[in-house]
Structure formats: C-alpha cells, structure tokens
C-alpha cells in the first residue's frame, strides 16, 4: 500500500472514532432560535465543508496556453511576441519543451 492510502485510512478512522465519541447534545444560539443540537452532526457537517473546501482549494487551476496557435481569441499581436519568445530559446530548452 502507498503512504498516501494508509494516511487516508487512518485519519479517515480518527475522523469516525471522534465523531462516535462526541454525540451528546449542545445548545447552539442561532440568530432568534435556541435549538439543541447533537456534537455529531455539527462536527460531521465542519469537516465535510472543511474537505470540500480544501479539495476546491487544491484543485489545480485550468489554464490556456498561449502558445496555442488555433486559437480564435489570441491576438495575432500576442501570436507574434509568442514566436519571438520561442525563436529565443535554446536548441536544448525547445527539445526539453517538446
């Protein structure tokens, strides 16, 4: 097994032990309602808005090359400064490129 899966395992076993443990109820102030609330579902909703959160922060961003030349939205200005850039580079930086 990889590192990543057993670390995945167990804190996804620490997350379900501590949520058991907590199921009492507790008074929670909302704007003009007093409501009693059990620990189990508060905590079990933080985290699951805490990971959605985080994978949404971590997602890699999509992004555009530049150096795409079909592209109907890229200038012809910024199509010649691209091949500029290009013509720049050495014979061994457009093999590692390539």
Excluded: H
């Excluded at 808005?49 to 795409?68: C, E, M, N, Q, R």
């Excluded at 500029?84 to 390539?98: A, C, G, H, V």
Aim: glycine content about 4%; charged content about 25%; aromatic content about 12%.
């Amino acid at each position: 097994m990889k590192t990543k899966t057993i670390f995945i395992i167990a804190f996804t076993a620490l997350i379900t032990i501590f949520l058991m443990i907590n199921t009492d109820a507790v008074e929670f102030n909302f704007i003009f309602v007093k409501r009693d609330i059990s620990k189990l579902l508060v905590v079990g909703i933080c985290t699951f808005v805490g990971f959605i959160l985080g994978y949404w922060a971590a997602k890699p961003k999509t992004t555009v090359s530049s150096y795409d030349m079909n592209d109907p939205q890229v200038s012809p200005e910024d199509r010649r400064n691209d091949l500029k850039r290009k013509n720049d580079l050495s014979d061994e930086d457009r093999d590692y490129i390539s």
